[in-house]
Structures are given as C-alpha cells and as structure tokens.
C-alpha cells in the first residue's frame, strides 16, 4: 500500500517534516536529491521555490513544480523517524 501524506512542511536546510495517515513522521533532507538529480538544483537556484512545497490531490507526491517531485514511498522509506 503506497503510504499517504497528511501534513508536509518545508523547515530549514532543505528538509522536510511529513507526516502520514498511519502517525508516522518523518525529517527527510533533500540536500542529496539536491546534489544527484540536475532538476532539483532549483530549489536552491530560484529564491523561495523550497518553502512552496505542496501536496498532490492524492497526497502520495509532493511536488515544487512540473520538473521537482518526490513520493511518499521515497520519503517514507528513506526519511529519518521524527
């Protein structure tokens, strides 16, 4: 079952606190998407891009813009226990 986001905040340094419908929470940095995947670069390139992060309508992505996404399987499996 692909894990669904109930609440996503961009913090600083490029990391974000999600929480999904199950209570799990997590820190998941994206300074290392930032360095290995060329798209990501904008969210440190374009002033403010990081801080709008948003929810898909089927809360399992989280999205910057048509280029810059991520999926709630990655940042479950790969985001840090908060």
Do not use: H
Request: net charge negative; proline share 2%.
């Amino acid at each position: 079952m692909i894990p669904r986001i109930k609440n996503i905040t961009a913090l600083d340094d490029y990391i974000l606190f999600v929480e999904f419908d199950d209570g799990y929470k997590v820190l998941y940095d994206v300074k290392e998407d930032i360095n290995t995947l060329p798209t990501f670069r904008a969210l440190v390139n374009v002033l403010g891009l990081f801080k709008q992060v948003q929810l898909d309508s089927s809360r399992t992505c989280v999205y910057w813009n048509d280029e810059i996404d991520l999926a709630s399987d990655s940042i479950y499996e790969y985001g840090k226990a908060s």
